[in-house]
């Protein structure tokens, strides 16, 4: 079983999105740990400048996602016919608020060393944005699913139904449920990180920032490990 686990874990670190999720987890647990020890030299300081380098890191990746996403995005159109209508116009509107986020980015960063000549708070600002409203949105079209899932649900339990169909139900409502969560944790830090005077913009401590990133990785390694062993089966 532990040789399973080494295996999978060395196969989901030599994809991109397996090491990305690996490096956001050990970003946002860097910053945590730095952040809940006493005093800002020694340990804590050096964990909170691995934390912003780790960062740094995933930024630069990042640099290479637009293509993927618009590859995404056009295979998913405007949704399958048989989805739910307002599912559909979420998941296109997410999908629009994610494709538009990363030249925002990609600018910001571009800004920042000196490639071209813009204000980079600007494009953060706008970047963080358009991601809070990708993931908005993501919470919403999440929310419309488990409504379907538990009227279905209920459905399955007035009918003799199978018990394997009601356990994949619950599977699936367990999955939305995990991906609220993972989507409300970093929408929290998204507004976070907007100008001051937007809600909870720039109050909350590092350590908080820390534990809503490390709860929303941890949160995404375990769907992405879930995905992968129903795949296999």
């Known amino acids: ?19 990305d999720r690996a490096v956001r987890a050990l970003s946002y647990g860097c910053q945590l740990a730095g952040a809940a020890l006493p005093g800002p030299a020694g340990l804590p300081g050096g964990l909170l400048a691995a934390s912003a380098q780790l960062s740094s890191c995933r930024t630069v990746l990042r640099l290479f996602d637009d293509l993927a996403m618009l590859r995404h995005s056009c295979s998913y159109g405007l949704g399958p016919k048989g989805e739910d209508a307002l599912v ?3 998941s296109v509107l997410c ?3 994610n494709q538009l986020y990363y030249p ?3 600018l910001a960063w571009a800004a920042d060393v000196g490639i071209v000549r813009a ?4 494009w953060w600002a706008r970047s963080t944005a358009l991601w809070g409203c990708a993931l908005l949105l993501d919470i919403l079209r999440s929310l419309r699913i488990l409504y379907q899932l538990r009227r279905k649900l209920s459905q399955h339990k007035c009918s003799t139904s199978s018990p394997q169909s009601q356990q994949k139900l619950r599977a699936q409502v367990k999955a939305e449920v995990l991906s609220i969560l993972m989507s409300t944790a970093d929408l929290s830090n998204a507004i976070h990180w907007l100008p001051p005077g937007f809600l ?12 809503l990133g490390t709860i929303s990785s941890l949160i995404g390694i375990y769907q992405a490990s879930r995905g992968e062993n129903s795949e296999a089966a």
Request: proline share 5%; charged share 15%.
């Open 95 to 97: 999908n629009v608020a």
């Open 119 to 122: 204000g980079s708070q600007q």
């Open 200 to 211: 909870w913009a720039g109050k909350f401590p590092p350590w908080l920032v820390g534990l």
């Open 1 to 19: 079983m532990a040789a399973g686990a080494l295996w999978g874990l060395m196969a989901a670190l030599e994809t991109h999105r397996g090491r």
């Open 104 to 106: 925002c980015e990609h």
């Open 88 to 90: 559909r116009g979420l």
